[in-house]
C-alpha cells in the first residue's frame, strides 16, 4: 500500500513565525499535492508538483510556498504564519497505476495563535 | 472550469437504513469521479471511482455509485449503515491521466441507534 506520512499531526504556532509542514511518500509517485481542509469549505488546493524541483499554484497558493527537492517529499512552507492560516492540511501523492488517484496522509493540525 | 456540489451539508440516518448521499459535478468532458471518505482526525480514504463502462460501480465498505451523464450525478448509496460509517463524505471530480482532484464541501454522516 502506499503510504503518504505528514510528520507532524498537531503544531501550534505564533503569528509570524515560519512553519515547516513535511510529507513523504514511499511508492515512487511522480505527483504530490497539498490541500487545507476547512469546515463547510471542503478541500481546498494549494500547490503540487509534477516533479522534483517542480511546483504549480493551486487555487489558494497566497501565503505559502512549496519545496520539492527529493521525489518523495514535498514541503509546504508557511513564511509568516498568520491565524487565518489555523486549518488542517492534506498531503497527498498520486501516480503509478492507480493513476488518478489520489492517496492521502493522516493530515497536520496547525493552530496560528 | 470543473466543479463538485454536495448540497446535504449533514446527514442523519438510522442505523441499518439506507443512504444516499448526493453529487453533481460540472465537467466539460468525460469525468473522473471519486468519493472520499473521513474518519475523525484522519486523512481521506478511497472508498471507490469511475473512470469509464459500467455507470453501477463498487467500492469497499459495501458501498456503490451511480454516474448518470444526463443528470451530472455520481450519487453514494449503501443498502444498511452500520455506526462505523459515521464520517464525512467526499466527491471529487478529475480530469484523468494525473490531473488534479476537485472536492466537493463533503456531507458529514451521523448514525443514531
Known amino acids: 500500500d502506499v503510504k503518504v506520512t505528514q510528520s507532524s499531526r498537531y503544531l501550534v504556532k505564533r503569528t509570524g513565525e515560519k512553519v515547516f509542514l513535511e510529507c513523504v511518500q514511499d511508492?515512487?509517485?511522480?505527483?504530490m499535492f497539498w490541500y487545507r481542509q476547512d469546515p463547510g469549505l471542503g478541500l481546498r488546493l494549494i500547490y503540487f508538483?509534477?516533479?522534483?524541483?517542480?511546483?504549480e499554484k493551486g487555487d489558494i497558493p497566497e501565503g505559502y510556498s512549496v519545496s520539492r527537492e527529493k521525489k518523495e517529499r514535498f514541503s509546504l512552507i508557511l513564511e509568516s504564519a498568520s491565524t487565518n492560516q489555523t486549518s488542517m492540511y492534506l498531503c497527498?501523492?498520486?501516480?503509478?497505476?492507480?493513476?488518478?488517484?489520489?492517496?492521502f496522509g493522516a493530515g497536520s493540525r496547525l493552530t496560528v495563535l | 472550469a470543473q466543479s463538485v456540489t454536495q448540497p446535504d451539508i449533514h446527514i442523519t440516518v438510522s442505523e441499518g437504513a439506507s443512504l444516499e448521499l448526493r453529487c453533481n459535478y460540472s465537467?466539460?468532458?468525460?469525468?473522473?469521479l471519486f468519493w472520499y471518505v473521513q474518519s475523525p482526525g484522519q486523512g481521506l480514504q478511497l472508498l471507490l471511482k469511475?473512470?469509464?463502462?459500467?455507470?453501477l460501480v463498487q467500492g469497499i465498505k459495501g458501498f456503490e455509485a451511480e454516474f448518470k451523464r444526463s443528470q451530472s450525478s455520481f450519487n453514494l448509496r449503501k443498502p444498511s449503515v452500520h455506526w462505523s460509517d459515521a464520517a464525512e463524505y467526499f466527491c471529487?471530480?478529475?480530469?484523468?491521466?494525473?490531473?488534479?482532484?476537485?472536492f466537493g464541501t463533503g456531507t458529514r454522516l451521523t448514525i443514531i441507534p
Open positions: 497527498a501523492s498520486q501516480g503509478g497505476a492507480g493513476a488518478n488517484v489520489l492517496t
Open positions: 511508492m515512487d509517485h511522480e505527483n
Open positions: 508538483s509534477y516533479d522534483v524541483k517542480m511546483k
Open positions: 465537467y466539460g468532458a468525460t469525468p473522473y
Open positions: 469511475y473512470f469509464s463502462g459500467d455507470t
Open positions: 471529487a471530480v478529475g480530469a484523468g491521466g494525473n490531473e488534479k482532484l476537485t
